[in-house]
């Protein structure tokens, strides 16, 4: 089957504007978590999902930053008023219930590039 | 604050040798260690992964080595390939937690 897929692949944008990145789990997985990579460092978690809840959004930097998930499967990463330091690879990652060794599958990653 | 601290940054290995990254930990609650390989371009994928209960697992030729004691782990990989130029990311996590992530280590296997 399908794995985790993210749009758009590319984001390029300027300072002040408002961005939407998709993230489609494989399906049957309930468990989603967003990451942001920087050049040359490992991922660092945004948000967790269990179902439609946030289960743990501790990760999100300020409140430019807001995910949602209204149906359980497809998940988007909204950033307002974006500024230069938000440009990284946002990644998604989906597991099949978020238990004990459950495997996270991760998607190709967004690149956000903000000018 | 570093939660998972990972050395070195690069490694250059020659083919048919071992290749050995570390990493070192804080929080005596994490209960699951993966290691992820991550291509140009694309997500980390699960390479092999460790609990705190046991010393060593090997799947092919990687393995984890765990010290619970020292709070550290590491990945072999032994008959290193070119193939397995990529790099590497440790982790580690409490069940139902967030994941937290090593800086990584750019692996590069000469022929």
């Known amino acids: 089957g399908a794995g985790v897929s993210q749009t758009p692949s590319n984001k390029v944008t300027e300072k002040g504007k408002y961005v939407e990145l998709r993230c489609d789990p494989i399906?049957?997985?309930?468990?989603l978590y967003w990451y942001r990579q920087s050049l040359g460092q490992g991922p660092e978690f945004l948000i967790y999902f269990q179902g439609t809840g946030a289960a743990d959004d501790s990760g999100l930097p300020n409140d430019r930053f807001f995910a949602v998930r209204p149906e359980g499967s497809v998940s988007t990463l909204k950033i307002q008023r974006t500024e230069r330091g938000d440009s990284a690879v946002y990644l998604c990652?989906?597991?099949?219930?978020?238990?004990?060794?459950?495997?996270?599958?991760f998607g190709p990653g967004t690149r956000l590039t903000v000018l | 604050q570093q939660q998972v601290k990972q050395s070195p940054q690069s490694l250059i290995v020659q083919k048919g040798g071992i290749s050995i990254i570390n990493c070192a930990y804080e929080?005596?609650?994490?209960?699951?260690f993966p290691w992820y390989q991550q291509f140009p371009g694309k997500g980390p994928a699960l390479l092999i992964a460790i609990r705190p209960d046991v010393s060593e697992k090997k799947e092919g030729r990687f393995t984890i080595s765990f010290n619970k004691s020292a709070k550290q782990f590491s990945l072999h990989i032994m008959d290193s390939q070119p193939g397995d130029s990529a790099t590497y990311f440790c982790?580690?996590?409490?069940?139902?937690?967030?994941?937290?992530f090593g800086t990584g280590t750019s692996l590069t296997v000469i022929p």
């Open positions: 982790a580690a996590t409490r069940t139902g937690n967030q994941f937290y």
């Open positions: 399906s049957g997985h309930t468990a």
């Open positions: 990652a989906s597991s099949s219930s978020g238990g004990p060794g459950d495997e996270q599958f």
């Open positions: 929080n005596t609650a994490f209960d699951y």
